[in-house]
């Protein structure tokens, strides 16, 4: 009787519905690989050329630093609009203490410090001045850290970095030369993937980690079961800043400068990456691979839209419209999988 | 009101004079309750009487605004509900308080986590293996049927919701175990295994106190039975010693009795 019913109810469950445990495992994995078939079919010569392949690994760095971040501060269902401002900030104190003169072993750790602290005081913000929401708290940054980068360069681009500040943003590793091409790895790919590895470890396999999935999926149950929620949210938001310091210091590595209208607009791209990638807005879900493959996503995006000489206005309204599919398909998911 | 076959001299958890204001809202007025070692007291009031509230002073989620708590003889104060549960204090909160997005075993372990210590006590790492064997032995021994504890508990019927938050609440040498209306969400053939879940608690030694609005609940696993009005104490009795009508009537603030009045209610 019961196992007849079970059978039934085996059968009422749609093809769709059953495949969402394997979309959500290789969908991200099945997207990528679709790409980048595409671009290569669109631009055999070009796309699989190492020097491309490369470039994407260069110019996506920044944005895996950013939205490795978010993603931290997404998972406790908060937001943070301040990074791209944050790398700026970063950037800046960077070049302009290397120009009046400080030593380099302190200007290198200037970004990621700045970010740090702007991280903290985000996080102090949303939880011991109470805001309502971290959409306030890091709104404010966003402006703060914009005016605070343009204030100490005088709104002055400063260039000229010496090589051990450039060397995570523009180090090559010479792998040799096969068939007339010099095979170089970037640095900054290998230290990209060192970075999600760390996530993924301090995520999946930390009580930290374990308790910021706990704090996203209920905070009430986090508080009630002795979790310190403030304290937790604060540490949230310092590394998410502290990333933003790592991609300035990036990227005043691969710019070998420092410019203070830097990372605008790339807190939306963060975003869009963590989102793509599978995290929730409202809390609790994702994971660190998923992540990786929605940057990814939005550099093959970007990359093969720059190879096939699409405007960059049309770029806008492609980037705008995978966004809104993406959180479609997610709520797709959820309608389905959720169906009793 | 000491258990008539008790030999004990002190309560277990006491609550002397305890008010309790939030702004100009006065949810607990000068509210006295004891709980005895071993004993099932039941609580019932209205809504808005304070029942939670008292629940959630009990279990060091709100601080009193007067009067003072006492554990074991001895006066307390809990700073948060880490210092109750220090003590053997367990809450089963109304809304369960579980992370639906977590499996089974992280939440029972929620706050206190198997840890591993790695490079040196540097880091601490949950130790997810220990954890899922920890959770299922102890599901097994409080014979609760999962699927497997890596289930996520937000895949659960209300009633095993339910039962996953009761194990959780006694994982750790629990000694007091409040719970707020179990049973008020739960589908009726649930609600008999919750009610058995709480007599073995009782089994065990462990001191309850249930708020119910279900007098099924109240006269299948209470002792004792006290009932709040408007925020204050209004009445207590041995379960031996009160009925069903009037249980009821305490709850609408009368101590006539009410069998009529009762009537209605339920019609
Ligand atoms: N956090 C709070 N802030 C303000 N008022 C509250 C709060 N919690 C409870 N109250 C008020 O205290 C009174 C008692 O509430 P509660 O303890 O939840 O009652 P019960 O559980 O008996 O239904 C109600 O008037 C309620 O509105
Ligand atoms: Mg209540």
Not at chain 1, 49 to 57: L, Q, T, V, Y
Not at chain 2, 119 to 127: A, K, Q, V
Not at chain 2, 242 to 248: A, C, D, L, Q, Y
Request: glycine fraction near 12%; aromatic fraction near 8%; hydrophobic fraction near 45%.
């Amino acid at each position: 009787m019961t196992e007849s019913s079970n059978h039934e109810m085996n059968n009422e469950v749609p093809w769709h519905v059953r495949m969402i445990p394997f979309f959500d495992r290789y969908g991200i994995l099945i997207v990528i690989v679709v790409m980048c078939l595409v671009l290569w079919a669109m631009q055999p010569e070009v796309f699989l050329s190492w020097r491309n392949i490369s470039n994407i690994f260069k110019q996506t760095a920044a944005n895996g630093m950013l939205s490795i971040g978010m993603f931290l501060v997404i998972l406790t269902a908060g937001i943070d609009l301040s990074v791209g401002s944050v790398l700026a900030l970063g950037m800046m104190t960077l070049a302009v203490s290397n120009a009046s003169g400080v030593p380099w072993p302190i200007v290198l750790c200037l970004s990621p410090f700045m970010g740090m602290l702007a991280g903290f005081v985000n996080g102090v913000g949303i939880t011991k001045l109470r805001m309502p929401h971290p959409f306030i708290m890091t709104l404010g940054m966003l402006f703060m850290a914009r005016g605070l980068a343009n204030l100490i360069s005088g709104g002055v681009p400063y260039s000229g970095l010496p090589d051990p500040v450039r060397f995570l943003g523009s180090a090559q590793i010479y792998l040799g030369e096969f068939d007339g091409t010099r095979y170089n790895l970037p640095i900054v790919f290998l230290f990209t993937i060192f970075v999600y590895l760390v996530f993924w470890i301090l995520l999946e396999h930390t009580v930290f980690g374990r308790r910021v999935y706990a704090i996203g999926g209920n905070p009430e149950a986090a508080r009630v079961s002795g979790i310190n929620v403030d304290q937790t949210l604060i540490i949230v938001y310092t590394i998410c800043g502290f990333m933003a310091g790592v991609a300035g210091l990036i990227m005043a590595g691969r710019t070998n400068s420092g410019f203070p209208n830097a990372g605008q607009g790339m807190e939306l791209e963060a975003i869009a990456a963590v989102i793509i990638g599978g995290a929730s807005f409202f809390g609790g879900r994702g994971q660190v691979l998923g992540i990786f493959g929605g940057v990814l996503i939005m550099g093959l995006i970007r990359n093969g839209l720059n190879l096939n000489d699409v405007s960059t206005f049309w770029q806008q309204i492609l980037i705008g419209g995978i966004i809104v599919l993406a959180v479609f398909i997610d709520v797709l998911r959820r309608d389905w999988g959720t169906r009793s | 009101m000491r258990p008539q076959n008790s030999n004990d001299d002190s309560p277990l958890l006491e609550a002397r004079g305890v008010s309790k204001y939030f702004g100009a809202v006065t949810a607990l007025r000068d509210v006295d309750l004891q709980l005895w070692p071993g004993e099932v007291l039941g609580v019932v009031g209205d809504n808005g009487a304070g029942k939670s509230t008292l629940m959630k002073v009990l279990s060091g989620l709100y601080p009193p605004s007067k009067g003072s708590l006492h554990f074991d003889g001895n006066e307390v104060q809990f700073h948060s509900p880490r210092d109750a549960r220090d003590l053997g204090i367990e809450m089963v909160y109304q809304d369960l308080a579980l992370a639906g997005n977590m499996n089974i075993a992280e939440n029972i372990y929620l706050g206190r986590e198997p840890k591993r210590k790695v490079l040196g006590g540097l880091i601490s790492l949950f130790d997810h293996k220990k954890g899922l064997q920890m959770a299922k032995d102890h599901l097994d021994n409080l014979k609760i049927q999962v699927k497997s504890v890596e289930q996520k508990v937000e895949e659960l019927s209300g009633g095993q919701r339910q039962a996953v938050a009761i194990a959780r609440s006694i994982a750790f040498q629990a000694r007091v175990v409040i719970m707020d209306e179990p049973t008020a969400a739960l589908a009726i053939k649930e609600v008999g295994k919750v009610l058995d879940m709480i007599v073995g608690l009782k089994d065990r030694g462990i001191s309850v106190v249930i708020i119910s609005h279900r007098m099924d609940d109240i006269f299948y696993v209470c002792d004792r039975v006290m009932a709040l009005y408007h925020g204050a104490n209004f009445s207590e009795s041995h379960l031996k010693d009160t009925s069903r009508s009037e249980v009821i009537g305490w709850i609408m603030g009368t101590k006539e009795n009410v069998r009529e009045l009762a009537h209605d209610r339920v019609k």
